[in-house]
C-alpha cells in the first residue's frame, strides 16, 4: 500500500513570509494528524482531524496556523506569518479509526527553515 | 496531561549485541497503549511494537522486545543481534484517549542509538 506523501520535502522562508505544506493520508484512513517535530525534541501534535472535521486542535498556534482537510481526504497546513521559532520538521499521519488501537503511519515529514 | 521520559539522549551497542533502551511514563488512566517508533535519517516514524497496558505479555516482534512494568510505568525496549541498519532516533509514545473519539499520542524527547561496526 502508499505510504503518507508529504511536500515539500525542504522550504526555506524569511520571517514574516507564509508557508503551505501538503499531505495526502493513506487511503481509507479516516484519522489524519499534523505534527511539529523541533530538533533535538519529540513530535508534538498540532491538530487531528475524524474524515473532514477538527477532532483536536488544542496546541495549534490559531493566531498563525490553519489547516484543513477538505473532503476528508487530503489536508493543507499554513502558517502566516511564519517566526524564526517555527523552524522545525512538520510530520504528517494517517491511521484507522483510533479505538481500534492501531499504530500511526507517519509521512517523511516537510522540514522548514525560516531565516 | 501524560508526559514521557527517555532519559538517555544517545547509547550505543557493537554490532550483534543487545541494547535496552528507557522509557517512563506518567499517568493515572488504566487504559492505554505504548509504542516505541525509530526514526532513521529520512525522518519517517516506523513503528516498531506495541504493548497494550491491560496485556501482562511482553510484546515482541523479531530482535525487538518490550518490558513493560505498568506499576513502574516503565517500557523498555531490547533491541538483540543489533545491526548496523539499528541506527537511528528511537522514540517511545503514550497513546491516550482524551475525550470526543479523540486520542493523543504523547512522545518523548528520544534516545539517538548508533551501531558500532
Known amino acids: 500500500e502508499a505510504g503518507v506523501a508529504q511536500s515539500p520535502r525542504y522550504k526555506i522562508i524569511e520571517k514574516r513570509q507564509s508557508v503551505a505544506f501538503w499531505c495526502n493520508p493513506i487511503s481509507g484512513h479516516a484519522t489524519l494528524y499534523w505534527y511539529q517535530q523541533i530538533l533535538g525534541q519529540g513530535p508534538k501534535l498540532l491538530i487531528q482531524?475524524?474524515?473532514?472535521?477538527?477532532?483536536?486542535d488544542s496546541q495549534l498556534p490559531k493566531d498563525r496556523f490553519s489547516a484543513e482537510r477538505l473532503k476528508g481526504v487530503d489536508s493543507t497546513l499554513k502558517i502566516q506569518p511564519a517566526k524564526l521559532e517555527d523552524s522545525a520538521v512538520y510530520l504528517c499521519?494517517?491511521?484507522?479509526?483510533?479505538?481500534?488501537?492501531?499504530?500511526?503511519?507517519f509521512g517523511s515529514g516537510t522540514r522548514l527553515t525560516v531565516v | 496531561a501524560q508526559t514521557v521520559t527517555q532519559s538517555q539522549p544517545e547509547m550505543s551497542v557493537q554490532e550483534a549485541e543487545t541494547v535496552t533502551l528507557s522509557c517512563t511514563y506518567d499517568t493515572s488512566e488504566s487504559d492505554y497503549y505504548l509504542f516505541w517508533y525509530k526514526q532513521p535519517p529520512s525522518r519517517q516514524m516506523i513503528l516498531v511494537i506495541r504493548?497494550?497496558?491491560?496485556?501482562?505479555q511482553n510484546a515482541t516482534e523479531n530482535r525487538f522486545s518490550v518490558n513493560f512494568q505498568k506499576a513502574a510505568k516503565s517500557f523498555s525496549l531490547k533491541i538483540s543481534d543489533s545491526q548496523l541498519g539499528d541506527a537511528a532516533m528511537y522514540f517511545c509514545a503514550y497513546r491516550s484517549y482524551s475525550g470526543a473519539g479523540s486520542y493523543q499520542l504523547t512522545f518523548g524527547k528520544g534516545t539517538k542509538l548508533s551501531v558500532i561496526p
Open positions: 482531524f475524524q474524515n473532514n472535521g477538527v477532532v483536536d
Open positions: 499521519a494517517s491511521s484507522l479509526i483510533p479505538r481500534q488501537g492501531g499504530g500511526y503511519t
Open positions: 504493548q497494550e497496558a491491560y496485556k501482562q
